[in-house]
């Protein structure tokens, strides 16, 4: 009767410590990539002197975050800038708008009521 209860014992240990879910790992951000290799290179817009990564890395480098928290939609080449949006994937937040220079690289937010795409 008493090694019927331990094997009982044993049993019911085993099978609550086996069933246990495992301890939840924190979400960590995917790593950033720009993609400087692309077949066919990196696009440049006509009359711009820097790509449109090398113009995705300053606006990255302006927006003193952690990188992993920094996510940038890139909306083209339009008017002698590439048209920007940055988000902030940590807070979860739009960072609004931005526009970096073709040939100087300045970044700078779009005017109020400036045409851009999409807005």
């Known amino acids: 009767m008493v090694l019927l209860l331990g094997a009982l ?22 790593s950033v990539r720009v993609v400087h290799d692309r077949p ?9 002197t820097i790509s449109e990564p090398e113009a995705i890395l300053r606006l990255r480098r302006s927006l003193n975050l952690p990188p992993e928290c920094i996510a940038i939609l890139s909306h083209g080449f339009h008017g002698g800038g590439y ?6 994937r940590c807070e979860g937040t739009r960072l609004g708008r931005w526009r970096v220079d ?8 779009p005017r109020p009521g400036a045409k851009t795409p999409r807005s």
């Open 40 to 48: 066919g290179g990196a696009r440049i817009g006509a009359g711009a």
């Open 102 to 109: 073709g040939k100087s690289g300045a970044v700078s937010r």
């Open 83 to 88: 048209d920007l949006t940055a988000v902030n």
């Open 9 to 30: 014992a044993v049993a019911g240990a085993a099978y609550y410590l086996l069933s246990k879910p495992s301890p939840a790992r924190p979400a960590t951000p995917m």
